[in-house]
């Protein structure tokens, strides 16, 4: 199952498309194509994008096999010369993009492919749904994260994931946002995260009684004894139970660390309350609270107002599925056509009754405007490439579309960084990934650049996205070019 030819996860009409570029363009037509987003997910205030280890894997082994054109073959829609070409397909072309765990925001390209037409064309299905899943999902866990407030979280949705990508790298993208670690075993595997576990009801059950399941578990794991209370009576029978265990643990000469409790139903801000008071009065004061059952960060959120005692959470479906919130919506536009006499990129719009739908055109980069005492992020400028800006001038940052609202940062005041980075050049990767925990305190440091009001899980103050003034003045040229009185 860890080896499998992904050529053809891709939508039909990126192959029909990608045969009338080899018949009727030229093939090596170079384009611009931007993936981005336009709404933040969960009405928050910021996404974090994830995904994009998984799309340089995708690239890197990008190649029909005999079976894909054999099958595509039965299709009926191919031609003989067209699948020839196709046996020694490759990609040729640039790739950039934003670093994972970086907190991003709408309209602004997170991935940008520079390459001949067919190769751009071919890849968008694969490009979108692996950034948009793993996107997704590092933004819901960072909101249910938040919402902790210095908790630990643990995501353990694998059995609600839809399906065991889903579940893998949906843990992956968790981690990525700050999860403290996963049950998903795999994913431990895969990619070097923690993973942490209790034991559930059925190991209770299979006993002749709760104290005896609660000694022959903490037996076995001593270093890491939580025991789940809520399978028969939680006050009367399953913390005192506990209690007992973690007493003769310690009359044993037995360290008590990583020890504690789990509520898995009933009202969970009086149980964690009356817990906190059985345990600390049975001089337990250091036990671990947690709970699980349908978690949130709206749940969350609300025990947390209750005074519950809860210090470690257990989230799963809400989170692996991103329940409110099932799709991240992003989209694969085209940009930019690179003219073959002048070699000179000629910009190319979309256009749309809704506003939010038409595109931003050309070569285009993302600059992240700091400011220079705070470090929390003033704006981003998206501009054009060959734009040049100096953190000692005066920059002048205005709304695209409600332009009177402007603001004037002098020079010395702020920094600027550049937020894509080459991935591919010619084909070639440049890019190595770093590791899902290292891309895991990358991204706990981008947090910190946000201000609280754009944390917030409801009503966020949002985080402004600009056009330079050369882009827009390209983008208004274009909606005027194709604007027409009849």
């Given amino acids: 199952m860890s080896e499998r030819n992904l050529s053809l996860l891709t939508d039909l009409y990126e192959l029909t ?8 363009k030229d093939a090596n037509e170079t384009v611009i194509f931007d993936a981005f987003f336009r709404n933040n997910p969960q009405g928050g205030g910021y996404a974090i994008c994830a995904g994009l280890d998984q799309l340089i894997d995708y690239i890197k082994n990008l190649r029909f096999d005999e079976s894909d054109i054999d099958y595509l073959r039965t299709v009926g829609m191919f031609d003989e010369d067209f699948l020839e070409y196709l046996r020694d397909f490759r990609f040729t072309g640039d790739i950039y993009a934003i670093p994972e765990g970086t907190f991003v925001f709408p309209r602004e390209p997170l991935v ?30 960072a909101r249910v994260v938040h919402a902790a407030k210095g908790d630990g979280v643990m995501e353990f949705g694998l059995r609600r994931a839809q399906g065991p990508d889903a579940g893998i790298y949906g843990a992956r993208a968790a981690m990525i946002a700050g999860c403290v670690g996963t049950s998903n075993v ?12 209790t034991h559930a009801h059925s190991w209770i059950m299979s006993f002749p009684d709760e104290l005896t399941a609660f000694r022959t578990y903490a037996k076995l794991y001593p270093n890491a004894c939580t025991l789940l209370v809520d399978t028969y009576d939680t006050l009367n029978s399953g913390i005192p139970n506990a209690i007992q265990v973690f007493t003769e643990m310690r009359e044993a000469g037995i360290p008590l660390k990583n020890y504690g409790i789990r509520l898995d139903s009933g009202d969970l801000a009086y149980l964690s309350k009356m817990a906190k008071k059985m345990l600390d009065e049975a001089g337990f004061t250091d036990a671990v609270i947690s709970a699980s059952n349908d978690l949130d960060e709206t749940l969350i959120t609300s025990l947390k107002m209750q005074g519950a005692t809860i210090n470690s959470w257990g989230v799963g479906t ?24 002048s070699g000179q990129f000629i910009p190319k719009i979309k256009l749309s009754e809704n506003v939010e739908k038409i595109t931003n055109p050309g070569n285009k980069t993302i600059r992240r405007i700091y400011d220079g005492q705070t470090g929390k992020i003033i704006a981003d400028l998206i501009c054009l490439v060959d734009e040049e800006y100096s953190e000692h001038d005066s920059l002048l940052l205005f709304d695209p579309i409600q332009t009177w609202k402007k603001t004037h940062l002098p020079g010395d005041t702020y920094t600027m960084r550049e937020l894509l980075v080459p991935v591919f050049l010619n084909g070639e990767c440049v890019y190595e990934s770093p590791s899902v925990m290292d891309i895991r305190a990358y991204c706990a440091k981008e947090k910190e650049t946000l ?27 274009l909606l005027d070019n194709f604007h027409y009185t009849r």
């Fill in 451 to 477: 201000w609280e009001e754009s944390l917030r899980l409801s009503y966020p103050h949002e985080v402004h996205v600009d056009l330079s003034k050369p882009l827009w003045n390209m983008k208004n040229q």
């Fill in 17 to 24: 498309m990608m045969q009338g570029y080899f018949k009727e």
């Fill in 186 to 197: 795999l994913c431990g595997k895969m990619f070097g995260v923690p993973v942490k576990g």
């Fill in 318 to 341: 809400n989170l692996i599925t991103s329940k409110d919130c099932p799709s991240f919506g992003g989209v694969y536009k085209l940009a930019a056509v690179k003219d073959r006499e």
């Fill in 112 to 141: 940008k492919v520079i390459a001949p037409i067919m190769q751009a064309q071919v890849i968008e299905t694969a490009l979108l749904t692996l950034i948009n899943h793993q996107s997704l999902i590092a933004t819901k866990a």
